[in-house]
């Protein structure tokens, strides 16, 4: 590993790695960093550590900190790009005409927005992903690749991996690294944001309800959280979509009730992709949450505000004015993040991007309105897609923009049943925020936590779900 981590001469000790490689898995068994299996992804009795890499990857401490810094700026931003419907529908209007699902969260939308708006309690609990980008003359800079605005996943898995590494750093004789491993607690930001939206809901006896899916192989991850809530006494029920179609009901105060008892947050752990609406009765659930009391995070709107189409609008010029009329400071430190970000809609700017793309597809990534990992489109496959829709109003539900260029790294990623080898790694650092909003107060504003996640240079895209990256921890240089 280069550039001031783990040296290369402890990474080739193969003694050495194959003694730590045991220690590692058991250290991680040990301090419950655990996913159920994939031939057992809902029973709790046969489980696994989650892939992790072996050593903590190096960070710029300078990087580290922007993104820390920048994340209250974009909690806000989020939030008001939710309360203000004329720059969504502009945003999303050539999206919503060629791709089914934002077109169908579009029509929740535009239904909840036809009934009487009260002075909601909002709760949004995002994560901001960030690759490091190697400029020509060796220079780093913090590039976002995406938010993620629901169902943003590993802050309780990340909260355990910090005593792992200080432990194998330890075992390997690395003292001085092992005391450079940050404390990291996103599960406990997460429920601090939840414990507060719930307070302010106003009932003791409503519950926060977790809307999962059907495979639970990440519960841990989700136990987390939820068990710092139950420290608090605040009650917790799990439920899927079709349970809450089922069991669900809105009062004549349209406070939510499901299997009879009141719930005063919805916590969207699923509902990012269409496989997760299995039917018309997920959308009908959906729909029944969006109209209700309850607190949801995220409600519709945040939701739509994290599509990669909103992203794309936000780095046109003086759109984030927009937002932030009277904070330039605020705008640039944002603005800063943003990698070069390109319409396709029909119309000239749309044909310069697709001619861009055509002639060096390898300096870009194609991006479709997805979450969750492994959509992305790169190199000679954006030539083969593009001019299979370039004239078409397809290409509209995809967004192009430039393809960050990190500086790889070497590291072990330790997975169940795979081979141990020393890999050409390349990480992902994502950022927590937690607000809470009532009304027009913003009563919480907080970055909550990192996430460093790792996979090998030979995949392009996917994430630690989808079997592709392995979590990690920053070894700031």
């Not at 920048?70 to 005409?97: C, G, M, W, Y």
């Not at 599960?187 to 507060?196: D, F, T």
Request: charged share 25%; glycine share 6%.
């Amino acid at each position: 590993m280069s550039a001031c981590g783990i040296p290369e001469e402890v990474l080739r000790d193969e003694d050495l790695i194959k003694r730590l490689e045991e220690v590692a898995k058991d250290a991680a068994l040990m301090r419950g960093v655990l996913m159920r299996t994939k031939d057992r992804p809902n029973s709790p009795e046969v489980v696994s550590y989650a892939p992790f890499s072996l050593f903590p990857s190096p960070v710029p401490r300078t990087l580290f900190h922007q993104a820390l810094d920048v994340q209250t700026h974009f909690n806000r931003l989020v939030d008001r790009i939710s309360q203000n419907p004329v720059f969504l529908e502009e945003a999303l209007a050539s999206t919503i005409k060629v791709d089914d699902f934002t077109a169908k969260l579009f029509e929740v939308y535009r239904a909840v927005r036809q009934e009487p708006q009260t002075l909601p309690v909002v709760l949004g609990l995002n994560r901001s992903d960030y690759m490091l980008d190697q400029s020509a003359d060796g220079k780093a800079s913090l590039k976002q690749i995406e938010i993620n605005t629901i169902a943003a996943s590993f802050g309780g898995l990340s909260s355990r991996t910090p005593d792992v590494h200080r432990h194998v750093l330890r075992v390997a004789n690395r003292v001085k690294e092992s005391q450079q491993i940050l404390d990291n607690n996103p599960a406990a930001g997460l429920a601090r944001g939840l414990a507060k939206a719930w307070e302010l809901y106003g009932s003791e006896r409503a519950v926060v309800m977790f809307l999962v899916e059907d495979v639970q192989r990440n519960i841990y991850d989700q136990r987390y959280v939820e068990n710092e809530l139950w420290v608090r006494d605040i009650p917790v029920i799990r439920r899927q979509f079709e349970d809450v179609w089922r069991g669900g009901s809105l009062d004549q105060d349209k406070r939510l009730f499901v299997d009879g008892q009141e719930v005063a947050i919805v916590y969207f752990r699923n509902g990012y992709m269409p496989q997760n609406y299995k039917s018309e009765k997920s959308w009908e659930a959906r729909l029944m949450i969006e109209r209700s009391r309850a607190v949801k995070c995220p409600d519709i709107s945040t939701h739509l505000a994290g599509t990669k189409k909103v992203q794309q609008e936000l780095a046109r010029p003086g759109v984030l004015e927009r937002f932030f009329p009277d904070e330039p400071e605020t705008v640039a430190q944002i603005r800063a993040t943003f990698a070069g970000l390109y319409t396709l809609d029909m119309g000239e700017d749309g044909d310069r991007t697709v001619a861009m793309a055509l002639s060096n597809p390898d300096q870009y990534v194609l991006k479709p309105q997805r979450e969750g990992g492994g959509n992305n489109i790169y190199g000679e496959e954006i030539c083969r897609v593009l001019e299979s829709m370039k004239n078409s109003t397809e290409r509209t539900a995809y967004i192009l923009m430039d393809k960050v260029q990190p500086r790889p790294g070497h590291n072990y990623l330790l997975r169940p049943d795979a081979p141990l080898r020393l890999c050409t790694c390349l990480s992902e650092l994502g950022v927590f925020g937690a607000y809470v909003r009532k009304g027009a107060e913003m009563v919480m504003n907080e970055c909550v936590g990192h996430l460093l996640r790792t996979k090998s240079s030979e995949h392009a895209d996917g994430g630690v779900a989808a079997g592709v990256a392995v979590l990690d921890n920053p070894l700031l240089v």
